[in-house]
T-cell receptor
Framework: GQQVMQIPQYQHVQEGEDFTTYCNSS?????IQWYKQRPGGHPVFLIQ?????EVKKQKRLTFQFGEAKKNSSLHITATQTTDVGTYFC????????????FGQGTTLQVKP | DTGVSQNPRHKITKRGQNVTFRCDPI?????LYWYRQTLGQGPEFLTY??????LEKSRLLSDRFSAERPKGSFSTLEIQRTEQGDSAMYLC???WGQGDEQYFGPGTRLTVT
């Protein structure tokens, strides 16, 4: 079915440490999108991955899409306190609808 | 302001009452989505519109929920005979085309007492 599993649920790191969250689908995705939600805020788009094996970077953030288009990861290098929030992956199975199926999210806490 | 707006931001209602929420998408976006988010969970898809046409509705959505987008601009989400389990954040999002990034509004937080 259309379901995305995301791990871990929570991650506490010391400022400067790295952070990774993983997303898995049992079926092939059309594309995957990543969103960040700050405490009390709404989801904000980070990036979209479409191609098999795609890797995209945004400053300290690296996003990967698996070769089979069933898994994805977000890696943050040298976390900062501004990285605090919940990171969601969202799978798209049909590009016709654009409907997003969100994972449960990974909440990142950064200790200064 | 070019973002997605939602009204009201908060709504407290008694069980059994009807409530209606409004979403104003980014003006040039023809796709509009409604999601529901409870604490500690990711947003859950409810329904979406392309222009004024409602093209998909979640099978999980009770028939107490109805949504409209009469002129292809703003949208309303109505919940009839509210239940305590309806308490959640209701998020609206819009996008330019299919599969594009979605821009979320600030949400309407519903509390059913």
């Amino acid at each position: 079915g259309q379901q995305v599993m995301q791990i871990p649920q929570y991650q506490h790191v010391q400022e400067g440490e790295d952070f990774t969250t993983y997303c898995n689908s049992s079926t092939t995705l059309s594309n995957i999108q990543w969103y960040k939600q700050r405490p009390g805020g709404h989801p904000v788009f980070l990036i979209q991955l479409v191609k098999s094996g795609e890797v995209k970077k945004q400053k300290r953030l690296t996003f990967q899409f698996g070769e089979a288009k069933k898994n994805s990861s977000l890696h943050i290098t040298a976390t900062q306190t501004t990285d605090v929030g919940t990171y969601f992956c969202a799978g798209v199975w049909s590009s016709n609808t654009g409907k997003l199926i969100f994972g449960q999210g990974t909440t990142l806490q950064v200790k200064p | 302001d070019t973002g997605v707006s939602q009204n009201p931001r908060h709504k407290i209602t008694k069980r059994g009452q009807n409530v209606t929420f409004r979403c104003d998408p980014i003006s040039e976006h023809n796709r509009l989505y409604w999601y529901r988010q409870t604490l500690g969970q990711g947003p859950e898809f409810l329904t979406y519109f392309q222009n004024e046409a409602q093209l998909e509705k979640s099978r999980l959505l009770s028939d107490r929920f109805s949504a409209e987008r009469p002129k292809g601009s703003f949208s309303t989400l109505e919940i009839q005979r509210t239940e305590q389990g309806d308490s959640a954040m209701y998020l609206c999002a819009s996008s330019w085309g299919q599969g594009d990034e979605q821009y979320f509004g600030p949400g309407t937080r519903l509390t059913v007492t």
